[in-house]
């Protein structure tokens, strides 16, 4: 049973499939649920003025764009205070892919990709202003 009684089953199907693959046509949708192309493409925007689409994205290869090292840091904050500089701090950086605040071990986890070591070290030198760290590189991507 849906929570949300404005969407109905074949919304549903018409959002796994675009989570599948968003570069679907509306038109190829439409086949695979039975609806038109333009039935397909209102269904996708009252999804988007729902909020349950909230946008599209891609899949890349970050290496071939130079971006080699993909690591993941634990921010274990110095101060209560520090909180908003820090998150100024995390919007102005284009190597940190994400951040999330977290409960348990550390304050904030974020995910980062740049280009050389030294790049790395420079980002974490920046992060001793709001606290400690903890750095874990990827070494390889399974799922």
Not at 74 to 79: E, R
Not at 80 to 89: D, E, I, K, R
């Amino acid at each position: 049973m849906l929570s949300n009684q404005s969407i109905d089953e074949t919304d549903l199907l018409i959002l796994n499939y675009l989570i599948q693959d968003a570069a679907q046509s509306h038109k190829a949708i439409g086949q695979l649920v039975h609806l038109t192309g333009q039935a397909v493409s209102a269904r996708v925007r009252k999804l988007q003025d729902l909020g349950i689409i909230e946008g599209y994205t891609i899949h890349w290869n970050p290496s071939k764009i130079g971006q080699i090292i993909h690591a993941f840091i634990t921010v274990f904050m110095k101060s209560g205070n520090a909180h908003q500089s820090f998150l100024a701090f995390v919007q102005q950086r284009e190597q940190i892919i994400e951040t999330h605040r977290v409960s348990g071990e550390g304050c904030y986890w974020m995910r980062v990709r740049v280009s050389t070591p030294k790049e790395l070290s420079l980002l974490l030198n920046e992060l001793l202003h709001y606290g400690n760290y903890k750095v874990s590189l990827s070494i390889d991507q399974v799922k």
